[in-house]
């Protein structure tokens, strides 16, 4: 007998709302090609009531004091740890992810939201002196009103976490567009919310398609921030029409980031991290490390051992497979004609290069770890990211070469060396156009404390997490009293 499929709807006003149209999307699960549930195919409609919500909700949450607002966060936090199994099982289904990984991101999310909830009692200002006697002045954070918060589906929960438990400590309230192809965790998110105490309101979440539900949430004049994580082109297009209402912008886009294993590098350790960096959540992370740049002496020993270890990375869902399929069917066509543009272009497949033959992967949305050599710096798939489990390989003569390709996409995101020399670490580290550079480790992001974000086409200059999330999230005010000695008597 067949199951019956869920449709999962909007949440807005703290609770379940249909799409005024009525209009459903096909979600499938990309592991098995099935058809697994259907989510509110939103229109403007929808993302106006929830809009309206949001701003209902504004005076109360904004008026509560940023540790009563923390306390309320910390108690979403503790429901999360709590039902930590069931966020992960819903990450797992959705996104292919295999369970140790899709734990992994729910213990990213949580840390996240701990991080923020805590700020609370750390919302600090600024106490300035003043050229005039008497006069004291300081700074307060004060919230900017309703927050736009659209994001991907390649990490979900962390990405919810990562936007919305910093635009709430602040006193925002949020409309969060989930990702079409992670609709279900957004919704659980927004139901463990409301049962820790979130009041109505104050978190929605619309569901549906970016150019429908995700254009309206940027269109609406009454959005004051839009925190985007996304591809560049989308960023682009929303910088262009919410900057021309000046509402504040901050975008986390795309990356082509490069790894650089030096002549004197662990090679062992450099394989690891450049294996991680590139094939792990099947390379859909914008911090991918998707060139691998290696110095000319240990080129064949490093490839050969990296094509080894690709090779004997395991495909599936089952705990402790290295990495599942991508999100969807288009995606995976995507890549595919990708790796078929670079083989036209001159590039040697040394391994992978297609969707595996493996009967149990078949239906899926799967693509083998591959790695390519034999490419121009200059070829689409050495500039161009690709979201998925693709590497290339580029031998260079030195470091100096080795900064000037990293350097030479329009991107900025993140970068790695290799190296047991200090100087060379630092030299590369100072130099590489990326917001984040790391020495010995693979292209991976940051910790909740920690800021991330990009150079060029990789962002617009932002800064989330970290303290610098804050400044997205909140206006800055400067207050100023006199104190006037006559008064003293
Ligand atoms: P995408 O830009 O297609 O979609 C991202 C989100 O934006 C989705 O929710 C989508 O519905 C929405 N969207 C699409 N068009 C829109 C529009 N016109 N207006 C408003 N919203 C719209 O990206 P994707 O393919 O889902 O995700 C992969 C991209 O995200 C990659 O480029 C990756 O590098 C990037 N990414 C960046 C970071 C970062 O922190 N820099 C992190 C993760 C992913």
């Given at each position: 007998m067949a199951t019956k499929l869920s449709h999962i709807p909007n949440w807005i006003n703290g609770q379940e709302a249909r799409p005024a149209n009525n209009l459903w999307i096909d979600k499938f699960n990309p592991h098995s090609g099935e058809l697994l549930c259907y989510v509110a195919d939103s229109s403007a409609t929808d993302v106006h009531d929830a809009i309206t919500a949001a701003g209902n909700a504004f005076s109360l949450w904004s008026e509560l004091t940023p540790i009563k607002r923390g306390q309320?966060?910390?108690?979403?936090?503790?429901?999360?740890?709590?039902?930590?199994?069931?966020?992960?099982?819903?990450?797992?289904?959705?996104?292919?992810?295999?369970?140790?990984?899709?734990?992994?991101?729910?213990?990213?999310?949580?840390?996240?939201?701990?991080?923020?909830?805590?700020?609370?009692?750390?919302?600090?200002?600024?106490?300035?002196?003043?050229?005039?006697?008497?006069?004291?002045?300081?700074?307060?954070?004060?919230?900017?009103?309703?927050?736009?918060?659209?994001?991907?589906?390649?990490?979900?929960?962390?990405?919810?976490?990562w936007k919305t438990f910093p635009a709430l400590i602040c006193g925002n309230t949020v409309v969060l567009k989930a990702a079409e192809d992670s609709p279900r965790i957004a919704n659980l998110f927004a139901q463990l919310a409301k049962e820790a105490g979130l009041p109505d309101g104050v978190f929605n979440v619309v569901q549906g398609q970016g150019q429908s539900a995700g254009a309206a949430l940027v269109e609406d004049s009454r959005v004051a921030v839009i925190s985007f994580t996304g591809s560049t082109n989308v960023g682009r297009w929303i910088a262009e029409v919410a900057g021309k209402?000046?509402?504040?912008?901050?975008?986390?886009?795309?990356?082509?980031?490069?790894?650089?294993?030096?002549?004197?590098?662990?090679?062992?350790?450099?394989?690891?991290?450049?294996?991680?960096?590139?094939?792990?959540?099947?390379?859909?992370?914008?911090?991918?490390?998707?060139?691998?740049?290696?110095?000319?002496?240990?080129?064949?020993?490093?490839?050969?051992?990296?094509?080894?270890?690709?090779?004997?990375?395991?495909?599936?869902?089952?705990?402790?497979?290295?990495?599942?399929?991508?999100?969807?069917?288009?995606?995976?066509?995507?890549?595919?004609?990708?790796?078929?543009?670079?083989?036209?272009?001159?590039?040697?497949?040394?391994?992978?290069?297609?969707?595996?033959?493996?009967?149990?992967?078949?239906?899926?949305?799967?693509?083998?770890?591959?790695?390519?050599?034999?490419?121009?710096?200059?070829?689409?798939?050495?500039?161009?990211?690709?979201?998925?489990?693709?590497?290339?390989?580029?031998?260079?003569?030195?470091?100096?070469?080795?900064?000037?390709?990293?350097?030479?996409?329009?991107?900025?995101?993140?970068?790695?060396?290799?190296?047991?020399?200090?100087?060379?670490?630092?030299?590369?580290?100072?130099?590489v156009k990326a917001g984040v550079a790391n020495i010995n480790l693979g292209t991976f992001g940051s910790e909740p404390h920690m800021p991330f974000g990009g150079f060029g086409a990789s962002g617009n200059g932002t800064r989330e997490p970290g303290v610098e999330a804050l400044d997205v999230y909140s206006e800055i005010k400067n207050i100023s009293f006199l104190v006037n000695l006559d008064h003293l008597n």
């Amino acid at each position: 007998m067949a199951t019956k499929l869920s449709h999962i709807p909007n949440w807005i006003n703290g609770q379940e709302a249909r799409p005024a149209n009525n209009l459903w999307i096909d979600k499938f699960n990309p592991h098995s090609g099935e058809l697994l549930c259907y989510v509110a195919d939103s229109s403007a409609t929808d993302v106006h009531d929830a809009i309206t919500a949001a701003g209902n909700a504004f005076s109360l949450w904004s008026e509560l004091t940023p540790i009563k607002r923390g306390q309320v966060l910390s108690n979403i936090v503790a429901s999360m740890k709590r039902r930590s199994d069931e966020l992960a099982d819903c990450i797992a289904l959705e996104t292919g992810k295999p369970p140790q990984d899709a734990k992994g991101e729910v213990g990213g999310g949580i840390l996240q939201a701990e991080y923020f909830a805590g700020e609370g009692m750390r919302l600090y200002g600024r106490s300035l002196t003043s050229g005039t006697p008497g006069k004291h002045s300081h700074t307060v954070r004060q919230p900017r009103g309703i927050a736009g918060l659209i994001v991907p589906a390649n990490t979900p929960i962390a990405n919810i976490c990562w936007k919305t438990f910093p635009a709430l400590i602040c006193g925002n309230t949020v409309v969060l567009k989930a990702a079409e192809d992670s609709p279900r965790i957004a919704n659980l998110f927004a139901q463990l919310a409301k049962e820790a105490g979130l009041p109505d309101g104050v978190f929605n979440v619309v569901q549906g398609q970016g150019q429908s539900a995700g254009a309206a949430l940027v269109e609406d004049s009454r959005v004051a921030v839009i925190s985007f994580t996304g591809s560049t082109n989308v960023g682009r297009w929303i910088a262009e029409v919410a900057g021309k209402r000046l509402a504040r912008i901050s975008l986390e886009l795309g990356g082509k980031n490069s790894l650089v294993v030096c002549d004197d590098a662990d090679l062992d350790q450099a394989v690891h991290w450049a294996s991680l960096s590139a094939f792990s959540n099947a390379g859909q992370r914008c911090a991918s490390g998707s060139r691998v740049l290696v110095f000319k002496d240990i080129y064949d020993s490093f490839r050969d051992k990296f094509v080894a270890k690709a090779k004997s990375l395991r495909l599936g869902v089952s705990a402790g497979c290295d990495l599942g399929p991508v999100i969807n069917k288009r995606q995976q066509q995507n890549i595919l004609a990708a790796i078929e543009t670079a083989r036209a272009e001159g590039g040697r497949v040394l391994c992978g290069g297609g969707a595996p033959a493996d009967p149990d992967l078949k239906a899926g949305y799967y693509i083998q770890p591959t790695v390519i050599d034999g490419l121009q710096a200059s070829a689409e798939l050495s500039r161009k990211e690709v979201f998925g489990p693709v590497v290339t390989l580029h031998p260079v003569e030195n470091l100096a070469v080795a900064l000037k390709v990293s350097n030479s996409t329009e991107y900025g995101l993140t970068a790695a060396i290799h190296t047991r020399n200090v100087d060379r670490a630092m030299w590369f580290a100072q130099r590489v156009k990326a917001g984040v550079a790391n020495i010995n480790l693979g292209t991976f992001g940051s910790e909740p404390h920690m800021p991330f974000g990009g150079f060029g086409a990789s962002g617009n200059g932002t800064r989330e997490p970290g303290v610098e999330a804050l400044d997205v999230y909140s206006e800055i005010k400067n207050i100023s009293f006199l104190v006037n000695l006559d008064h003293l008597n």
